[in-house]
């Protein structure tokens, strides 16, 4: 069983510019969220997708936005970069039913920005 | 709104030795999930436990368990018999069962094991 898969590990960018980071899914796995992680914090929920839909979205403004494929595979786009935006961003996939809980966090991918 | 509190920033406990990590949550939902992860310094976040609302005996995993305490809402870790590899972030999570399936975490808890 393939787990969850992040790339790249780590990026530098500079304020201004954009960034696509991606997530591949554990196997059989229909659901994708990210989150962002800041130095010394605890994640905090970005949005999740759903069959390719965007079903929840937390306190993050429009220029973060996603894209989730037929193959449950996600991407993660953030434009016009923020220094604010340096953290590690954490990808992580579940299978979506009222009994399912768990969900299988990739390594994450550490951005920082210039 | 959900809320996860983790009032303890840093711990210490003796390698062999137990340590409870403290959680307290809010939520209006009369369903939800509770979660505990571990962070290592590689950053990947590594599920421990698990305890849903309406579970009636507390989740335990190898040396980890939970002491669920529904009506003071809170969901500590009791890590038995520490080990060096111990030493990590240690977060606090909760998840409603309805809706958007988002996780809240808390600010976590450095937990350091010393030999």
């Known amino acids: 069983e393939t787990g969850v898969t992040q790339s790249p590990t780590h990026l530098i960018k500079t304020r201004g510019q954009q960034v696509t980071l991606r997530c591949s899914s554990q196997?059989?796995?229909?659901?994708v969220s990210w989150y962002q992680q800041a130095l010394g914090q605890g994640p905090q929920f970005i949005f999740q997708y759903y069959r390719e839909e965007e079903n929840g979205r937390g306190n993050f403004p429009p220029r973060f936005s996603g894209l989730q494929f037929p193959n449950y595979s996600s991407e993660l786009n953030v434009n016009a970069l923020e220094l604010d935006d340096s953290a590690l961003y954490l990808c992580a996939s579940s299978y979506r039913d009222p009994s399912g809980y768990e969900q299988f966090f990739g390594p994450g991918t550490r951005l920082t920005v210039l | 709104a959900q809320k996860i509190t983790q009032t303890q920033p840093g711990m210490f406990v003796q390698e062999k030795e137990a340590v409870t990590l403290d959680c307290t949550y809010d939520t209006s939902d009369p369903s939800y999930g509770l979660f505990w992860y571990k962070q290592p310094s590689s950053g990947e976040m590594i599920f421990l436990i698990y305890?849903?609302?309406?579970?009636?005996q507390n989740a335990t995993e190898g040396r980890y368990s939970l002491n669920f305490q529904k009506a003071r809402k809170s969901a500590n870790l009791v890590i038995s018999a520490s080990q060096l590899g111990d030493s990590a972030m240690y977060f606090c999570a909760m998840r409603a069962t309805s809706g958007t399936y988002k996780y809240i975490f808390g600010t976590g808890t450095r937990l350091k094991v010393l030999a």
């Open positions: 196997s059989g796995h229909n659901t």
């Open positions: 305890q849903g609302s309406y579970d009636q």
